[in-house]
């Protein structure tokens, strides 16, 4: 990737890889190709592409067809079903009132709201694997609205809790949106865009706590008993679902290309088996650390999300417009944290490689986790709301940088490894509500100081994550001949005969344009070796 | 370790500063002389009662047994429906606390008059947006200042007689629900909707 600067070893060969015509992902029409010129096809593209057609360069202002668009229909999806998850979560005293509810009835809700996901992120990324992220999108959009309109009918405790457990079904979305902006965007980039994805539509967490009181407000104003009001606030995250769903189905494309099942029935896209999609994620080990670790990032972050605006409300006497205000900055937070993390984890692979990628994971997660440790235990107003203010930006921060390693472990399975992540996410939080916050055993503030000591104590196995072709946060990359090459690494997911079909050429691909997690000192040093043909100039 | 120790010093000074800040007068509930006598009376005995619909005649007077001058502190009488230990259970956002300013267990207030030293009495109808739960009734001599020197119950110390359950309103609507049905079978179908057209798009696009 050093070859990218102007009057670098073979930039003049920009965009050529005389690999062109035989890619699944880079051709738009079959037999004519042979004759287009490598260039031709990128042209077409509003922005800078890759030879794989992802973009180069990240635009946020820009909605340009299709890499744009798919980042902004993406990120506000997302973005959506989070206002829907927590939209309970700051009308909680008018809740609890109406219902008759405990603190054990706030709590396992609060942990069906999040367990949910768990099995539709998986399901999500077998679904985007297979079927495409714009459908994965807008099903898990569609299908959950009507859970989120149905608060109307729920009238105790239990149908309280089934409810949430159906609308957290939605917060699928961000393996859809994280799957979505992987091929539409370059390695280089990818910790970036990843990070603001993930960070805009994670600041719905915040936005609801601000949204939903003042709905509700503007209910009562026309009349409603608040036992009404409530209910009825609820219609308007359904609303916004509904209309991010028909947008993303009619203005957004699956792949750089087109559409997957027209690229599928064109031959262009091989369809993929689910079970080895499955296999290959389960049996790398790096997804269940990222499982964990992502449980201990995004699930501490789920978890406030769904007991900050109570805990302010009763522990420091506010009302719950102000401590909507308070909980909405912990998620507004979020809007430069964790695109800050994905920056500070691709500016660490500049230098470092994927290494330095690991490291600042480490880092950002662990002071993450020390701050909440505080916030626990501050008992007024101004430090909690200073050690709030660090912790978010510290563990959201993480989960950016936690999404700037997971693209590289795996290629073939990459939907599914995001879902599985993803599910580690929901998983954490669900874990961390019941333990902490769903019994009288410890007081609020006792429970997040104990969530943030557990987050530190399983933030530790990212020391273990080892890549043969780039190293771990102790050790250096293999020496060995075959082993220390990306193409190793990747086309180890393929077994022979599918690689004499030529199905793995994605994934060489991909090895080729990963190479940049090598670092600067051994970018400088790699003079590219014959076999592996030019360099793959993006 | 440099980082934790900073940290832990940093909130022992802040906290130091906020606990010496805030030592003005503070009514305590130990320090409340018993003197008003509460009663209750429904005018549906042995139902539960439902929110914006049932009528208690509320009644209080200087006990027969306080002091003469028992009332000479106290101003304006405040009537508060509070919650019985049970609906307390689980609940800490309804906690009783010694530290009047800081007790949840009294949040509705029925009434505030100001006290006449004879015996006043109220026809409340019992408020819609009174939550479902058990209740007593108290009444606080509150003096000009506006802290309270005295009470009195409807109940008895341990609060476990003459308690009265409430059945508030359900807020739910058949017109909410309608709608929320209307809007969620739209919802899907226009999925289908879309998922029937672009499989016909793709079919047609093959044939060519």
Redesign the interface.
């Known amino acids: 990737m050093a070859s990218n600067e102007d009057g670098s070893i073979g930039s003049s060969l920009h965009g050529v890889t005389a690999r062109e015509q035989v890619f699944s992902f880079s051709v738009e029409d079959g037999p004519s190709s042979q004759a287009i010129r490598s260039d031709d096809p990128t042209a077409k593209f509003a922005i800078p592409v890759d030879s794989e057609h992802r973009a180069k360069v990240f635009k946020p202002l820009s909605f340009a067809k299709p890499h744009m668009r798919a980042f902004h229909l993406g990120w506000i999806s997302f973005f959506t079903c989070f206002i829907s998850t927590f939209a309970a979560a700051p009308l909680v005293p008018v809740i609890r009132d109406n219902l008759d509810l405990t603190k054990t009835d706030i709590g396992n809700a609060g942990v069906a709201s999040v367990s949910g996901a768990i099995f539709s992120r998986l399901a999500m990324g077998a679904v985007c694997d297979l079927l495409g992220a714009r459908y994965g999108t807008a099903f898990s959009l569609m299908l959950s609205a009507p859970a989120v309109f149905s608060m109307s009918f729920v009238s105790d405790a239990v149908s309280y809790l089934a409810v949430r457990f159906m609308i957290g079904f939605c917060l699928a979305t961000f393996v859809s949106c994280q799957y979505w902006t992987s091929v539409m965007f370059t390695g280089k980039i990818i910790g970036l865009v990843n990070g603001c994805a993930g960070g805009w539509g994670d600041m719905g967490g915040g936005v609801t706590q601000l949204l939903m009181p003042m709905v509700y407000h503007v209910i009562k104003l026309t009349g409603a008993t608040p036992f009404t009001a409530w209910r009825f606030a609820f219609f308007i995250p359904g609303f916004l679902q509904i209309i991010m769903g028909i947008l993303v189905l009619t203005l957004g494309q699956d792949l750089p290309d087109g559409n997957l099942s027209t690229l599928q029935k064109s031959g262009q896209v091989s369809k993929d088996k689910f079970s080895k999609v499955f296999w290959f994620a389960v049996k790398n080990y790096r997804t269940w650390i990222l499982f964990v670790l992502y449980g201990f990032s995004m699930g501490v972050e789920l978890t406030i999300n769904n007991v900050i605006s109570g805990y302010f409300y009763d522990r420091f006497h506010l009302t719950l417009h102000t401590a909507g205000i308070i909980a909405a900055s912990f998620g507004m937070a979020n809007f430069f944290a964790r695109p800050f993390g994905g920056y500070a984890s691709d500016v660490a692979a500049r230098l470092f490689g994927m290494r330095g990628r690991l490291w600042t994971l480490w880092i950002l997660q662990t002071v993450g986790a020390l701050f909440c440790i505080w916030l626990g235990r501050a008992s007024s107003l101004p430090i909690a709301i200073l050690a709030m203010m660090l912790f978010s930006i510290g563990t959201q921060a993480a989960c950016g940088a936690l999404f700037g390693v997971a693209p590289f472990v795996s290629r073939r399975s990459l939907g599914l490894i995001s879902g599985l992540t993803g599910a580690g996410g929901n998983f954490g939080s669900g874990v961390t509500q019941l333990l902490f916050f769903s019994s009288s055993r410890f007081s609020t503030a006792e429970g997040l100081s104990l969530m943030g000591v557990m987050a530190v104590v399983c933030t530790f196995p990212v020391a273990f994550i080892h890549f043969p072709q780039w190293g771990s946060m102790f050790l250096r990359p293999s020496q060995h001949e075959e082993r220390s090459k990306e193409e190793h690494y990747y086309g180890g997911e393929w077994t022979k005969e599918e690689k004499s079909l030529g199905l793995h050429e994605g994934s060489i691909k991909f090895a080729e344009n990963s190479r940049s997690e090598r670092g600067r000192k051994a970018m400088l040093a790699d003079i590219p070796s014959p076999e592996t043909g030019t360099p793959a100039h993006v | 370790m440099a980082?934790?120790t900073f940290?832990f010093a940093?909130?022992i000074i802040?906290?130091s500063i906020?606990s010496n800040h805030g030592a003005t007068e503070v009514s305590l509930f130990t320090n409340l002389e018993n003197s008003l006598e509460v009663t209750a009376k429904p005018t549906r005995v042995g139902v539960v009662w439902e929110a914006g619909k049932d009528i208690v005649r509320i009644t209080w007077m200087l006990k027969s047994s306080a002091k003469v001058n028992d009332d000479a502190a106290f101003k304006t009488v405040e009537v508060k429906l509070c919650y019985a230990p049970i609906s307390q259970?689980?609940?800490?956002?309804r906690k009783t606390h010694n530290e009047l300013s800081?007790d949840k267990s009294c949040p509705h207030l029925i009434v505030s008059k100001p006290y006449d030293k004879t015996t006043q009495s109220l026809n409340w109808t019992v408020d819609?947006?009174t939550?479902?739960?058990t209740y007593f009734i108290r009444a606080y001599g509150t003096d000009v200042n506006g802290y309270e020197v005295a009470y009195g119950q409807s109940s008895d110390a341990e609060k476990t007689t003459n308690l009265f359950s409430v059945e508030?309103?359900?807020?739910?609507?058949t017109s909410?629900?309608v709608?929320?049905?209307c809007?969620?079978?739209?919802?899907?179908d226009?999925?289908l909707v879309?998922?029937v057209k672009?499989?016909k798009k793709?079919k047609l696009?093959?044939r060519k």
């Open positions: 980082v934790q940290l940093s909130l802040f906290s906020e259970v689980d609940r800490p956002w800081k819609r947006e939550p479902t739960g508030g309103i359900s807020g739910r609507h909410l629900d709608a929320s049905i809007f969620s079978v739209f919802s899907v226009s999925l879309f998922l672009e499989k793709a696009q093959q």
